[in-house]
């Protein structure tokens, strides 16, 4: 393909008509004038053949423009990040949007928002949706929130069509001979012969067989096809679903009366959670797509070995469901500038990144892409900078680190937060000890990015009770203890883009800072050499201690081969710690590994620290109870 350039049709900016008090977001997103999506499309470059849409207002954008743009320069990449999470929120998906509509609407600067896919779990659960917030929020609410174009329903699906075939493919293989398997595997066709598939061809090659005909297969090696003689106790792939439920945390399988006798204990992860997620977030193309779902380790057979999802023969059925998910969907925030929300991993149990397809196509299209990382800079932008460059090759220019003068005070030890009660007057009147005692959080995030080579701009988001002395405290000690290269305070919530160009145009200086971009750890460290690391460097814990599971998993692991994947750490976002209970900078702990699981199609191992669940719960007044629809005009409420 000739390196032709790219033709667009000149950015316009969508005119804020704001409006104080800053009404609730649905509010906003609801009076936001919205263009049409092809509009957005063209305004980038892409081509009417890129696109598929879904509706006015968002579409998928199809994978072939990366190679129509492969001559393209790269971008300057940008990760926002924060402190450690608390109830009072730090704002850092606003601060990804207000940055970005900075940059595109007021800068001038061709911009693309990269972020994670909303799961219904929290939505209906703790979150209530949005993505941002007040006037720096991604438009349509409702249809962002609510299925979107199906990417997770997509996921989901995949998911337990492999835990169904598990359990099949164990239920059959107990009451057949091997001949009898051979013939129910590969039966002939009408003209007698029998045919692989290609999920067994490839298992063919794994055991070392060569043969192209089905019928000349000894007895030994129709066995070694057909009977995968999965050990039940070593199954860790567990079913799914998208709603935060507590219930389904252990569940029994098989109690039918067909089914007699094949009972086993199991359970269901939130769909984030599911490793099909972690896949599509971390794929490059539609065949290493292919190729890492087939790589699925499932569990191990009684003589030792790995059973993948392409030893069970679902692995092209699951890339069938995953096809159309793997293309990111195409939005818009409230000022016109383009979205591209693609992949949604929870950073406490996955890696809590939105995709590298994504980021790779938006880096040909713009000159700044603004993406987040989950959670603090402890959780997501570790798992960011180890996992998600490691296998991208995209290194970030900057690192954003978002904070509030709220959320640092109550790590400096403030009272507690109770949901629907005022705040304590400590967050709303001038307090400089308690947040003094809170800083040592941000500072502690700051040098753990900069372990990484990448220059820190502080963001903090400014509230109407924070004053002057404050927000000072938080710049200069940022800067002069931190080593940040800048600390701003922003207003975006308020104002839009408008309130975050000061950020903006210090995130454009130190993207031309000289990176010098290192890993934490190398590939090549053990196992446990590669958490403790990671459990000393970026937590500051004294050391860690393995459960007996988590030894076991660890030798089992080491012994397949799976020893030089990264790792991806599974803990609480609220604390450094393990424990949600430690606020600040936590001395004097050490990490508990209960259980090692493998993601070897992801491509990384994951550790389970201390109580860490897969599968959230619902609180006692969820946010669900505010959802509601107007069903004269079907206007969605309650949402926030």
């Known amino acids: ?252 399988i098989g109690t039918g009366p067909d089914e007699k006798g094949f009972t086993r204990e199991t359970g269901f992860d939130i769909t984030v959670a599911s490793e099909i997620m972690a896949i599509l977030a971390l794929t490059t193309s539609l065949k290493d797509m292919r190729e890492r779902l087939g790589k699925i380790v499932i569990g191990i057979s009684k003589s030792g070995d790995a059973v993948t999802a392409e030893d069970l023969g679902v692995a092209g059925a699951m890339t069938v469901l995953m096809r159309d998910a793997i293309k990111p969907n195409l939005m818009q925030t409230v000022e016109g500038t383009p979205v591209f929300v693609h992949a949604g991993p929870f950073a406490n149990i996955a890696h809590g990144n939105s995709s590298i397809i994504a980021d790779k196509i938006a880096l040909k299209l713009a000159d700044y892409v603004i993406t987040e990382s989950g959670f603090g800079a402890d959780m997501g932008m570790e798992k960011f900078m180890d996992i998600k460059s490691r296998y991208s090759g995209l290194i970030p220019s900057v690192v954003v680190m978002v904070a509030t003068v709220r959320a640092l005070k109550m790590h400096g030890g403030g009272p507690k937060v109770v949901a629907g009660k005022p705040l304590d007057p400590a967050y709303t009147s001038e307090n400089l000890e308690l947040l003094r005692a809170g800083m040592p959080n941000l500072l502690h995030h700051i040098k753990t990015a900069r372990k990484f080579g990448v220059p820190v701009v502080v963001a903090v988001n400014r509230f109407l009770t924070d004053t002057p002395a404050e927000l000072e405290l938080i710049r200069k000690a940022s800067v002069e203890e931190g080593g940040a290269v800048d600390a701003l305070i922003c207003e975006h919530w308020e104002k839009g883009g408008e309130g975050a160009l000061a950020l903006a145009e210090a995130v454009v200086k130190a993207a031309e800072m000289p990176a010098q971009f290192k890993f934490l750890y190398p590939l090549e460290w053990s196992i446990k050499q590669k958490i403790e690391c990671i459990a000393k460097e970026v937590y500051g814990a004294d050391g860690v201690d393995y459960l007996p599971e988590a030894e076991e998993r660890i030798k089992e692991y080491t012994r397949l081969g799976f020893d030089k994947l990264p790792i991806c750490m599974a803990k609480t976002h609220l604390s450094l710690s393990h424990d949600a209970a430690l606020k600040g900078v936590p001395k004097g702990f050490r990490i508990p590994i209960r259980d090692v699981r493998a993601s070897v199609g992801a491509g990384f191992l994951y550790p389970l620290l201390g109580t860490m669940s897969t599968m959230p719960g619902l609180p006692t007044r969820p946010m669900f109870m505010e959802i509601d629809i107007e069903t004269d005009t079907g206007k969605i409420i309650g949402l926030s």
């Open 1 to 252: 393909m000739p390196n032709t350039p790219i033709t667009r049709k000149p950015f316009t900016p969508t005119k804020l008509n704001r409006r104080k008090p800053v009404p609730s977001d649905i509010e906003i997103a609801q009076e936001a004038t919205l263009k049409p999506i092809t509009l957005i499309a063209e305004e980038l470059g892409l081509l009417p053949n890129e696109i598929e849409q879904y509706g006015d207002t968002k579409a998928k954008v199809r994978l072939e423009v990366l190679q129509r743009l492969h001559h393209v320069p790269d971008g300057k990449y940008v990760d926002v990040t924060a402190i450690t999470p608390t109830p009072l929120g730090e704002g850092k998906t606003t601060t990804t949007v207000g940055l970005s509509q900075a940059l595109g609407a007021h800068l001038g600067k061709r911009v693309i928002t990269c972020i994670r896919q909303p799961s219904q779990g929290p939505t209906f659960g703790i979150k209530g949706g949005a993505a941002g917030g007040g006037y720096s929020q991604v438009v349509p609410m409702e249809e962002f929130n609510l299925h979107l174009t199906g990417d997770i329903h997509a996921i989901t699906a995949a998911n337990n069509l492999m835990a169904a075939a598990i359990d099949a493919r164990m239920f059959h293989e107990a009451d057949a001979t091997d001949e009898q398997l051979f013939n129910r595997l590969l039966p002939p066709d009408k003209s007698g012969k029998r045919h692989f598939t290609k999920g067994m061809v490839v298992r063919l090659e794994k055991l070392g067989i060569s043969a192209a005909d089905p019928d000349e297969l000894t007895p030994e090696q129709r066995r070694k096809l057909c009977r995968l003689d999965i050990d039940p106790a070593t199954i860790t792939w567990r079913r799914v679903l998208d709603t935060s439920d507590r219930f389904l945390r252990g569940v029994t």
